[in-house]
């Protein structure tokens, strides 16, 4: 059964690389026929793993195909999510699976909404990986995916391929927990070092705003019924800022690269969920009306 993944970009480059090494069957699906046609002339995804690049011959179709889809790894932004499912949804055969690679919260919903009664299945990775070139990943950091269902805790059958391709994971039956505590760490740090300019290690500079921030993000959790995710949160995000000091945070390369962030399904997601069950988060709230301030004053979108 061939494994199709929608978004040839950073972490989908890097799945199907690394899927086609082992020989397991993938397909990409790439946005239309003019990315179609430069992958074509390409011929080859390249991964690059520390000073190795490999090439990967891996048979491409356009958005607009209507071949049979049996497993999609969708591999977009959180944003593009609910349109590019909208988009492959008539093509999705009996029984297929759909497995969303989204980070954040959100996303996930507006796919489940658009595929009544198909089996999704939510991952959250660690890993790290970045387009160096167009049909071009760097494998970044390594990492680690976990990977469940909230409706279903039955492992699919499929993990043995990630097995094969050496694609770090562990099947996770409480993968929301793990979602919401990602997208907690998230909200501490990565907002803080767009409005600081800073890199993940400087933000020992304002510990109070980011302990403050810890301390709201535990009371949402635990309002939103995920009070594992809520223990040791604090301790949690400043050993990540320390591991991680040297570096600038997802959302900080985003802005300063131009791009749109994923700040609806992060902090935005986060304030929304507060509001539903009436939860005062103050911090929260104002460190949203700074950071979308500060989108909008550099060009880039709201949401
Ligand atoms: N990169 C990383 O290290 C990590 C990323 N994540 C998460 O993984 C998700 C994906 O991120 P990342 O891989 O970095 O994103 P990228 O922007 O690198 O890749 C997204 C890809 O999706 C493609 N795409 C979007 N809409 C469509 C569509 N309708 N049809 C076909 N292709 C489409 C884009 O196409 P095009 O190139 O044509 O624009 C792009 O190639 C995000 O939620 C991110 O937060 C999580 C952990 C680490
Ligand atoms: C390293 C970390 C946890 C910082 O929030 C991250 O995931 C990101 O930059 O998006």
Known sequence: MSWHVLGAGSL???????????????QLILRDERRLASYRQTGALTLVEGDHASQHVIPA???ADDTPIERLLLACKAYDAADAIERVAHRLAPGAEVILLQNG?????????????????????TEGAFRDGDWRVVFAGQGHTWIGDPADITAPSWLIDLQRSRIAHTWSPDILARLWRKLALNCAINPLTVLHGCRNGELAGYREDVDGLCAELEV?????????????L??????????????YSSMYQDVAGGRRTE??????YA???????GLSLPRLHALQQRLLA????RGLPRH
């Open 12 to 26: 989908g480059s890097l799945w199907a690389a690394r899927l086609s090494r082992a020989g397991v069957p993938v």
């Open 61 to 63: 179709r356009s958005l």
């Open 105 to 125: 919260l959100g996303s996930q919903d507006e796919v489940l909404e658009r595929l009544p009664g198909r089996r999704c299945l939510f991952a959250s990775s």
């Open 220 to 232: 949402l959790l635990r309002g939103c019924g995920q009070a594992e995710a809520a223990e040791h």
């Open 234 to 247: 604090q301790a949690d995000v400043w050993r990540v800022i320390e591991a991680t000091a040297a570096n």
């Open 263 to 268: 700040v609806s399904y992060l902090l935005g």
């Open 271 to 277: 304030c929304t969920a507060g509001d539903r069950h």
């Open 294 to 297: 500060y989108l909008h004053s």
